[in-house]
């Protein structure tokens, strides 16, 4: 982009017109010798500082007296006038200027490559240093191999211009891959690769070793090949550890290892009367599977209640009926080509264990009858107690006839007489099984807790309890009830005494719970409570308290319900997505309730969310607020116009498809004008160079292109579009125009047109011009003069720190026209002052330094107890003599960050997003910190001067702490020392993405989201 420029040969065009106005000429009488007015040599252009005649007589010069190379002194030009015998001296002063283009290092293009990283150059400057500039390449071709010639320029109206031609090398490009990526699906192997330097008739193959043999490789699988992708695979591979091969040729891929395991269903069983449980030997997909069960060959009837493990390798179905005897058989189908399947036969529900609870039998409040618990329970551990019928006998000298056993409770009538610890002997028998259980028990009046119950759910903010509460940090607990054979409370002693209470959970996959009874606050009175445990799942389950000691259970169903789950998707597609830019698809999500979820955490959730296909890369994510799908401009199904369908399925298994109609890639069509960059007003002799980033260009679709856009269509070293400038007067307008550079030539008005031409094309598009009228003025004919506010300076050394040149501050004065326009003026035009006689010496040149050549003007002011002072400096304008006056505030406060941002590296762009990215090569990538994110991007930190700076200090020697943050995006990353300087991820997983923001101070820069394209080591 065009940056502003100083019209630096206003005082040229002054020297002509200023013995008209105001002599700036002086005569020596006794020698003859005429001494013109000073000037400064610009751009290493001796022949524009010196005048070409005097009073309408050449002036011929002997060049030699100016030393070009002795720069930012005054030297005396001598000559003479043709003819006159009057001899001519100037005072000239030559400013530094470009002389070559010197390349770092031998260049060295691949064929078939774009030349790129050419337009940054190494330019040698008359004070003899190397500084690193923009140029104009031209003649660098890599369609052929061998040694050619091309050459750079470099343009700048202050420092010159110079071309250099410099030789080249185009070397044969070798066949590259990338981004080589495999997944295993079943006994299927799919690679994808990245290719390059690919031609024609070369092709990739892939390689497969089994068992990562590299001598017993099977046949060669040949890979399709689309855009520069590699795609291809394998059926049919045994199951094992093998690894695989790309290549093409000789070149070939490191080996990556892979593993193929089947998945099968690895066992059925039986877990409880009406439960089955399937288990895999890997972990599946829970959105993907079917599951039927079938007795025998008939179809069976089960809730939509399956419930998975945490690691996804089990699923427990839970039937509407019980389990009767006979052959079951589970089958799961959508995980593979074909449905898998398994069976178990099963047996009736029968009772497995009686048992009695307690050695103590019970006096109640009666007095004439003690109680004993005991529980029933099936070959699965269910307790059946309450559903089956059991015999009690009990012998004693204190029993009387009557024993029952009923609902876990058997109660035994004694006489009046019992007393603590008679022996009882208690049998109870199920008649159906045989099974029983014997115990003597002795007669006790001791408290026990005999009597229970659940009241409730309790969470002290009144959540309510889900499958995304976090029990580990949110407590949830059940309030109890407990009394005692007294009716009195149990104490919590009694309750957590051994074997006084059993607990039962139906379910501990949906919630668990503590084993041990406590005391909590609720209202600010203490209940007994049992706390909630473990990760809970969507569903309910049965908690089940037994009193050992009088059988009496109390049972409470415990509900986790489902959290906020996406059950419908509509697409909002955008009415223009075009190929080689990203695509952001909008997307309504509503949960069962018909509510929108705007939560991303929420329609990112493995199970609660949307599961996003058809475009590999596609993520969910939110922008500028709004919740949608993003597919990258990179992205392989953006890369040429056609169709792409994305699907996007809810956790509920609903499916939304939107078809998207993909536009050809951005074209230019039409000029629009120039940026507000380009100065339209020029002095006589000044120029501007006009670029592709300097001018409006509008696509197909009447948008105006980005600055990324026009930089891939019209630079590089064959670009597909160029422009072509043509000025309205080929010969003595106003400007005069070369190689896109506008010259001002005569006071008045002139247009450029500007037209688009395809490399292709003879000549520039149809309808792509648009004109640019350059107003050019010689100086004569400004309506006033006005100088940029001088603001504040700082003074360095008078901070006790280094002196800088960045910290220097040019005076800028302009001359303003009669409709508004401004010219920037040069030295020549006018002079600076001040009443102060150590800033009057800093100024005379145009420039505070504050700090001279080993002397520190500083030392002359007097700050006092103040850290700045404000001193006067006057503008007077050569021509007219109008005076322009100031105030400058000179400050001795060090350089403080003010605003930090991130660049994309080398250039002034803000971003947001970058890539990780290794050698091909290489499978890991190191720790990731602030050395990494500088080498990706630039961190300018800009102080309250106005100066910026990319590294940890500015150039005054004033240094800052810059500290680093991560936070988590997506896949498996670790930090350390985050928030520190030394912040590093050290462990990162393959496409993992994590965010960098970078602080300084107080100020936080824009975030960075990182994007690691290997895993780290």
Known sequence: MAKKKQFVTAAAAFAVAASAVAPAITADAASSTVRLSSDYVRGGDLDAALDKEYKGSEIYWYK?????????????????????????????????????????????????????GLRIQPVLFADGNLYDKPVSVEGFNTDKVGEFEGSFTYANKAFGSVTTKVKYKVVASK?????????????????????????????????????????????????????????????????????????????????MEFKVEKLEISSLKAVSAKSLEVAFNKAIDD?????????????????????????????????????????????????????????????????????????????????????????????????????????????????????????????????????????IILTLVHQATGKSDSKTVKVSAKSQVTDLAIKSV?????????????????????????????????????????????????????????????????????????????????????????????????????????????????????SLVVAKERLFVPIQVTDKEGKVVTDEKVVTDAVRGIKVSGVSGAVVKVVDGKLGIEVAANNAALNAEGFISLVAVSSTGKSAIANIQVRKAAEPIRVDGVSSDIETTLLVNDTETITSADVKIIDQYER????????????????????????????????SLANGVVTGSAKGTEKVTIAIKKASDANPLSGSAKSISFRVTDGSEYASYEVKSLGTVYDEVGAGKTDAEAYDKAVEVYGV???????????????????????????????????????????????????????????????????????????????KP????????????????????????????????????????????????????????????????????????????????????????????????FNSTVTVGDLNAPTVQVTAKKASQ
Do not use: C, W
């Not at 690691?311 to 009926?321: C, D, P, Y």
């Open 287 to 423: 959105s993907k599977v079917k599951f039927e069960v079938y007795k025998g060959s008939v179809k069976v009837n089960f809730e939509p209640k399956v419930v998975y493990n945490e690691a996804k390798t089990s699923a427990t179905i839970e039937l509407t009926g019980k389990l009767t005897a006979g052959e079951y058989t589970v089958k799961a189908s959508g995980l593979s080509t074909e449905a898998l399947s398994k069976s178990v036969v099963v047996e009736n529900e029968r009772v497995d264990k009686v048992e009695i609870l307690n050695d103590l039998a019970i006096k109640d409040a009666t007095l004439n009858q003690v109680k004993v618990g005991y529980k029933v329970v099936n070959q699965y551990g269910e307790d059946i107690t309450s559903t089956t019928q059991i015999v009690a006998n009990a012998g004693g000298v204190s029993v009387v006839s009557g024993t029952t056993a009923s609902n876990g409770v058997v109660t035994i009538p004694v006489t009046a007489e019992a007393k603590e610890n008679d022996s």
């Open 898 to 993: 003010v605003e930090v941002k991130v660049l994309a590296e080398g250039t002034n762009n803000s971003t947001s997003k970058v890539d990780y990215v290794g050698e091909v090569a290489d499978t890991t990538l190191p720790a990731f910190g602030m050395t990494e994110l500088e080498a990706l991007v630039d961190i300018k930190v800009t102080d309250q001067y106005g100066v910026s700076t990319t590294s940890g200090s500015f150039t005054d020697g004033t240094s800052f702490l810059r500290k680093l943050t991560f936070t988590k995006g997506t896949g498996e990353v670790t930090f350390v020392d985050n928030g520190l300087a030394t912040a590093q991820v050290s462990k990162f997983a393959k496409d993992a993405i």
């Open 64 to 116: 030699s007296s100016i030393d070009m190379n002795k720069l930012g002194v005054f030297q005396t030009a001598k000559g003479f006038v043709k003819g006159k015998g009057i001899k001519v001296e100037k005072k000239l002063r030559v400013l530094n200027y470009a002389q070559e283009v010197k390349p770092a290092k031998e260049i060295v293009l691949e064929q078939g490559v774009p030349a790129s």
């Open 458 to 574: 309790y969470n002290k903010d009144g959540k309510a309890l889900t499958e995304t509460t976090d029990l580990s940090k949110d407590a949830f607990y059940v309030i109890v009830e407990a009394k005692d054979q007294y009716g009195a409370d149990a104490s919590l002693a009694a309750l957590n005494a051994s074997n006084a209470v059993l607990i039962n959970n139906t379910n501990k996959l949906i919630v668990d719970n503590s084993t041990t009874f406590e005391t909590i606050k609720v209202d600010g009175k203490e209940v007994t409570a049992l706390k909630l445990t473990g990760t809970p799942a969507a569903g309910m389950t049965n908690l089940m308290l037994i009193s050992t000691a009088s059988g009496k259970n109390a049972s409470f169903t415990v509900n986790v319900a489902e959290a906020q789950r996406t059950d419908a998707v509509t697409f909002e597609v955008p």
């Open 817 to 895: 026209l009669a409709d508004g326009g401004k010219v920037k003026l040069s030295l020549g035009d006018y002079t600076v002052s001040s009443t102060n006689v150590a800033l009057n010496t800093d100024v005379s040149d145009g420039k505070l330094d504050i700090v001279g050549a080993g002397n520190p003007l500083a030392t002359q002011f007097n700050y006092g107890s103040a850290s700045e002072i404000k001193l006067p400096v006057t503008v007077t304008i050569n021509a007219t003599g109008e005076k322009l006056s100031q105030e400058v505030t000179i400050s001795k406060v060090a350089p």
């Open 175 to 255: 066949v590259a891959f990338s981004e080589v990526k495999h997944e295993v699906e079943g006994d299927m192997l799919s690679v994808s690769a990245d290719v390059k330097n690919l031609k024609d008739g070369e092709k990739v193959e892939l390689v497969i070793f089994p068992g990562k043999d590299e001598s017993a490789a099977l046949p060669a699988i040949e890979a399709e090949i689309k855009d520069g992708k590699v795609m291809a695979s394998a059926k049919d591979i045994p199951a094992g550890t093998h690894s695989f091969i790309l290549r093409s040729g000789d070149v070939k891929t490191a080996a």
């Open 704 to 735: 105006e292109m980005t600055a990324d856009q026009k930089t891939a269509l019209f630079t590089g070293g064959t670009p597909a579009y160029s422009l072509v400038l043509s000025e309205e007067t080929a010969n003595g307008g106003a400007i």
